[in-house]
């Protein structure tokens, strides 16, 4: 995961208040954004309605409040610029 955020940090990708994590799979990085780099609103999108309730189920036990949403990336539903930071990595 470190490997992952090295490059982007570094860069200061990694710096805003609202970030967007497309194919958020198990939220590994949505909690890093949350909770380590104190990102105000944060929200995961993945296209399996089986992760993003698995993913659901884990957050609500940790107590974690971070909306989950099943969609296709190329059909996000938001409006352009509606986020500081788009992070995706390991989806194919």
């Known amino acids: 995961m470190q490997a992952r955020l090295q490059v982007p ?3 200061g990708c990694l710096n805003g208040e609202t970030l967007v994590d497309v194919g958020c799979g198990s939220g590994r990085f949505l909690r890093h954004f949350k909770l380590q780099k104190k990102i105000r609103f944060c929200v995961g999108l ?3 309605k089986q992760v993003i309730y698995s993913t659901k189920r884990h957050f609500r036990e940790k107590g974690l409040h971070i909306p989950l949403i099943i ?6 539903p938001f409006a352009d610029n509606t986020f500081d930071i788009a ?3 390991d989806m194919i």
């Not at 969609?71 to 996000?76: G, I, L």
Request: charged share 40%; hydrophobic share 35%; proline share 0%.
């Open 87 to 89: 992070f995706s990595t």
């Open 46 to 48: 993945d296209l399996s």
């Open 9 to 11: 940090e570094e860069l």
């Open 71 to 76: 969609c296709d990336a190329e059909k996000m």
